[in-house]
C-alpha cells in the first residue's frame, strides 16, 4: 500500500466519508498501486478505486461491486478537486499580503528615529541659542 502527501478527495460509495475515512482518503494514493483483481498497474487516480480499511485497489472496470471482497467495507473514489482560481492566481509582488510585521516595523524604526533627529537638533539650536 502506497501513502503520499498527496491531498487528494475521495469518495465512499454509499454515503457521508466519517472523520476517519476522510483522513485515510488524503494519505491514499491509487495510481501507481496493483489492482487486486487483474494485478496490473493502476496509470491514473481516476482509473481506480481503492479500500481504506484494508488497502486493497482495484480499476473500476475490474470491480463493478461498491464494496471490497476482503473486508466488506465501501471502495472510495479518487475526485477531482474543485478549482480555486483566487488560489492559483499570480498576483504581483506589491499586491500580495504581507507575511510579517517586518513592514510596520521597518516604518515604526523611522519614525522613533526622526523624532529623536529632532529631538538632537532643537537641544543643539536651544544650545547655540544660549551661547553655549
Do not use: W
Not at 475521495?10 to 476522510?22: E, H, K, M
Not at 492566481?89 to 506589491?94: V, W
Request: hydrophobic share 40%; aromatic share 6%.
Amino acid at each position: 500500500m502506497k501513502t503520499s502527501g498527496v491531498s487528494r478527495t475521495a469518495i465512499n460509495n454509499g454515503g457521508p466519508i466519517s472523520r476517519s475515512q476522510n483522513q485515510a482518503t488524503h494519505l491514499m494514493q491509487i495510481a501507481g498501486n496493483k489492482c487486486k483483481v487483474c494485478e496490473r498497474n493502476i496509470v491514473l487516480s481516476t482509473e481506480g478505486k481503492f479500500c481504506a480499511h484494508c488497502g486493497t485497489f482495484v480499476h473500476l472496470a475490474c470491480e463493478a461491486q461498491g464494496n471490497c471482497d476482503v473486508c466488506g467495507q465501501p471502495f472510495q473514489q479518487y475526485v477531482t478537486p474543485d478549482a480555486d482560481p483566487m488560489g492559483e492566481a499570480i498576483l504581483p509582488p506589491g499586491l500580495r499580503a504581507a507575511k510579517s510585521g517586518g513592514p510596520i516595523f521597518a516604518a515604526g524604526l523611522m519614525l522613533l528615529l526622526a523624532f529623536l533627529a529632532l529631538i538632537v537638533y532643537y537641544a543643539i539650536m536651544e544650545a547655540l541659542s544660549h551661547g553655549h
